[in-house]
């Protein structure tokens, strides 16, 4: 059974940064599309940033050029770099594996979800 534990998060002052961690057990992880989602208080889950076994990555314009996503398959990890954070960053944030290949910005998309980690970021 497939399971995915986050970390990593906490409260960081705006323009710091924040590496949240992803580990995922399973023996199909290198195979399969990860994604990181983020859900703020009183709004929908939302996607943040998403990376193919292939290392092809894809981002929601508001982090593009601040967050970067990455992946260790011999170590079944993801990775979520997060610099120059803004107040708006705030949000409880999910790793989520996908079943089939390529990627999807879609939540409904994928399979497994982490339990979440949270991050705060201060004025």
């Known amino acids: 059974q497939e399971q995915l534990v986050e970390s990593g998060g906490g409260l960081v002052q705006a323009g710091g940064s924040l590496r949240l961690s992803c580990q995922a057990s399973?023996?199909?992880?290198?195979?399969?599309?990860m994604g990181w989602f983020r859900q703020a208080p009183g709004k929908e889950r939302e996607f943040v940033a998403a990376?193919?076994?292939?290392?092809?990555?894809a981002y929601v314009d508001s982090v593009k050029g601040r967050f970067t996503i990455s992946r260790d398959n011999a170590k079944n990890t993801v990775h979520l770099q997060m610099n120059s954070l803004k107040p708006e960053d705030t949000a409880v944030y999910y790793c989520?594996?996908?079943?089939?290949?390529?990627?999807?910005?879609?939540?409904?998309?994928?399979?497994?979800w982490g339990q979440g980690t949270q991050v705060t970021v201060s004025s």
């Open positions: 989520a594996r996908r079943s089939m290949h390529g990627i999807s910005t879609h939540r409904s998309q994928y399979d497994y």
């Open positions: 399973g023996r199909t992880f290198s195979n399969y599309p």
């Open positions: 990376i193919a076994w292939t290392g092809a990555t």
